[in-house]
């Protein structure tokens, strides 16, 4: 990296979606950008080679022995390591996504150095505590000093916590971008289909992941038992954790009725998913997706902190039971169903949400630069944001006003 460490911005991340939705900001950033990767995703096939598929350089520094870890000792080390990192080499600016171990992780290392923190996707909330990921979001949601909403329920949920307007910034979800990017042609879609033996609009994806879904042998053999009798072909890639959750609870007998296949890229997912009938999974990143393929999807799950994808009405949520397959199965009857997904508007944003994050992270990273060498501040996580990139309010409607590069003025609601 070419920039002086004094100016470079942190970008701090650790699993597969993080890579994906930070890969725009990231080559934004140029040569400020130092990536900082935790391994919170150490399994090769889940997060490996999405640094290549984006066009990104291999990250500046790994930290090692942080994947499979227990939560709490995965985010201490993680905050330890970074915090050493941070002290040896001061960022200007640190940017996390989302709500993983290392979103937070990152947020509170670089708090407690004094840099300011952007937090990309924020003030995503499902008011379930029994959710990891709401603890990381609310963690994240007190230090972040830009949070970067991607929709306006984002927003009003910051607001509502008690946020400074000033400090909130919709700039749209970088998801839209991301698959625009990693989505195959036809040509590469076909031969996955071929590959995997079904035809378009003439099976069902399924992924699951969650701990609440998998560490229960009750919930994850309803879900499979639900999903081998929807009468389509179910292509089911595996994630690690699933695999060996089956194996565990011993329901290894429930995937004969499915095509359980090797953890998928991304590219390969988003082709798989373009050219299925139904989308059923507890992913977040695909509550998100399938607002962007225009495809139905059934969210396994207690409970969504994305309820943006179900009120657009792309998704339906639904604890593990025999409403999944009744549901289903009306999904995949319904033959007006592509068509009417196909008029309805993604609520995440018109594919710039990359450039506008990038736009106010630099204007952030430079202000603490002038105010660090100005004496004003050792880099105060109550710096302000510079006027050009706070988010203002018009009409009651929070819109972004920002310098683009180039000098090129954006003011756009998301």
């Known amino acids: 990296m070419s920039s002086p460490l004094s100016e470079a911005v942190a970008v701090v991340l650790g699993t597969r979606p993080e890579i994906l939705k930070l890969a725009g900001v990231i080559r934004g950033l140029g040569d400020r950008a130092r990536v900082v990767y935790t391994g919170q995703h150490y399994d090769e096939a889940m997060a490996g080679g999405v640094f290549r598929a984006m066009r990104l350089a291999p990250p500046d520094v790994r930290l090692t022995d942080i994947g499979g870890a227990v939560r709490g000792r995965q985010i201490g080390d993680m905050i330890s390591a970074l915090s050493d990192l941070f002290t040896a080499e001061p960022p200007a600016a640190v940017v996390v996504q ?44 007190v230090l972040a000093d830009a949070h970067c909403a991607p929709t306006t329920v984002a927003a009003a949920n910051l607001r509502a916590e008690g946020v400074p ?56 053999e309803r879900i499979l038992t639900e999903l081998g009798g929807l009468g389509l072909p179910v292509l089911f890639p595996m994630h690690p954790r699933t695999r060996g959750c089956i194996a565990r609870h011993g329901l290894a007998e429930r995937l004969a009725a499915l095509r359980a296949i ?108 002038r105010a660090v060498s100005a004496g004003r501040t050792s880099g105060s996580p109550g710096l302000p944001v510079p006027p050009d990139a706070v988010a203002a309010t018009a009409a009651g409607e929070p819109r972004t006003t920002q310098r683009l590069p180039g000098g090129r003025p954006c003011t756009s609601p998301v």
């Open 165 to 220: 307007e000033s400090r909130i910034h919709l700039t749209g979800n970088t998801i839209v971008e991301a698959v625009a990017e990693s989505m195959p042609g036809p040509a590469e879609c076909a031969a996955l289909l071929r590959r995997h033996g079904v035809r378009a609009d003439q099976y069902v994806l399924a992924t699951v992941h969650r701990p609440e879904n998998t560490d229960d042998p009750a919930r994850l």
């Open 262 to 369: 090797e953890p998928i890229d991304h590219p390969s997912f988003l082709g798989l998913a373009s050219r299925a009938r139904l989308l059923v999974s507890d992913s977040g990143g695909v509550q998100e997706e399938c607002t962007v393929l225009k495809k139905p999807l059934i969210v396994v799950r207690n409970s969504t902190e994305r309820p943006e994808a179900v009120e657009a009405g792309f998704a339906t949520l639904l604890r593990p039971g025999p409403a999944i397959g009744e549901l289903a199965r009306r999904l995949i009857a319904d033959a007006s169903l592509a068509a009417r997904l196909a008029a309805l508007p993604s609520p995440y944003g018109d594919g710039r949400a990359g450039e506008r994050i990038t736009a106010l992270t630099l204007a952030l990273a430079d202000a603490r630069g």
């Open 98 to 141: 989302g709500d993983t171990n290392t979103t937070s992780a990152g947020a509170q290392a670089a708090h407690y150095h004094g840099v300011p923190v952007v937090h990309v996707e924020a003030g995503l909330r499902s008011r379930d505590r029994e959710m990891p990921e709401e603890i990381n979001r609310q963690v994240v949601g």
